[in-house]
């Protein structure tokens, strides 16, 4: 059965091509700066937003239907793998990512989950060896059940955590035998609505507790890829603790956990939590923590989290920069964590989004490659700091001064010799190197 009918293979067409269905920047076999585009790009479906949501917002009720023409949950679940299937076929898309939610039916039970688990896992297997398709990452969904209400690892109930660990132990098991290279924790509700009824310090404790669990688990069990945490500062919960990749680095530090954990960073958290996309990915290069990219956009109009498909060029162009200059991606990728808007309701809709998302990274990753190979933004950045290759500032840096000795070249001194940051320069500069 074929379910996105009016979808053919898409195909690079290059930039004059008028047709919808074809990549106009796009092209997985063109080789840049040594790597194909397929290879720098690494895209990931998700299978939540793509094969499940259904345009329900808190205002309104479901415009999409995704049920696949079926009825049994079962029947469902796997009509939804065969569409997944058929869509990155179609696309282009050699990963995807899941919660153990989104792949099977979640019955009446934790250990009916568990049974369709293992049962969607090997259908699901055999549809990745049919159309050789590969898991990204896999991750458990510990925030939409009624009983993780107030958290899962960080729940006041200690039932809810030792059924978040139980849904945690089998999505671990669906990855590794699906042979993903990731897993992801993102706190769902692990935060709180009011400090009048939180222990702070236990929730975090517990939290550490259980991502240890999980890494011992995993580890035991053959799992050599990376765990992830995936920022965000708010939203269900008023305040997440895992609000941004600085404070994540602190949080894995304290409990001794950043040897096995990265980022995934998603660019609609990154603005929800005051910065922008680059930032996120910036610090996370920075302290060696950057793992894999949910590539979505917000709306800075909207003070939540639309995960719009991306098609904001200078956003992507930025970001492949940084993926760039981090060395490219090992076990992540890029998933495109987007949903179509609710009115955006046909089932060619889907597909037209992602060309969309997947243009956008192709021309930020050629945009990038041209700042990278222009020179003259890096060639800024290092002049402007280059009193620290010499005299004082090379002292400084290699810690072979001390206040004292600063005091005295201060005073022999007299004034400070300072240059301009040039912003609006490199701003223009950007645009001449983009634009061309
Ligand atoms: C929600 C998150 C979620 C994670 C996976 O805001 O982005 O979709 O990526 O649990
Ligand atoms: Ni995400
Ligand atoms: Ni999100």
Known sequence: MEYFKKVPVIQFEGKESKNPYAFKYYNPESIVMGKSMKEHLKFALSYWHTMCGNGNDPFGSATIDRSYGQSDPMEHAKAKADAAFELMNKLGIEYFCFHDVDIAPEGDSIAELKDNLAEITGYIKGLMDTYQKKLLWGTANCFSHPRYMHGAGTSCSAD??????????????????????????WGG????????NTNMALEQ??????????????????????????????????????????TVLAFLRKYGLEKDFKMNIEANHATLAGHNFQHELRVARENNAFGSIDANQG?????????????????????MYEVI????????????????????????????????????????????????????????????????????????????TSLEEL?????????VEITSGKQEYLETLLNNIIFG
Request: aromatic share 14%.
């Open 325 to 400: 200059k981090a060395g490219g991606f090992t076990n992540g990728g890029l998933n495109f964590d987007a949903k179509v808007k609710r009115s955006s309701f046909e089932p060619e809709d889907i597909a037209l989004a992602y060309i969309a998302g997947m243009d956008s990274f192709a021309l930020g990753l050629l945009f990038a490659v041209k700042i990278i190979e222009d020179g003259r933004i890096d060639g800024f950045v290092e002049d402007r700091y280059a009193s620290y290759q010499s005299g004082i500032g090379k002292a400084i840096v290699e810690g072979k």
């Open 160 to 185: 809810s955590f030792a059924f978040a660990a139980t849904q945690i132990k089998n999505a671990i098991d669906a990855t590794i035998q699906l042979g993903g290279s990731g897993y992801v924790f």
């Open 189 to 196: 509700r692990e935060g709180y609505d009011t400090l009048l």
């Open 205 to 246: 404790d517990n939290m550490a507790r259980l991502m240890k669990m999980a890494v011992d688990y995993g580890r035991k069990n053959g799992f050599k890829g990376d765990f992830y945490i995936e920022p965000k500062p708010k939203e269900p919960t008023k305040h997440q603790y895992d609000f941004d990749v600085a």
């Open 407 to 415: 005091e005295k070249y201060a005073l022999s001194k007299g004034e």
């Open 299 to 319: 709306d800075l109009l909207l003070g939540w989290d639309t995960d719009q498909f991306p098609t904001n060029v200078y956003e992507s162009t930025l970001c």
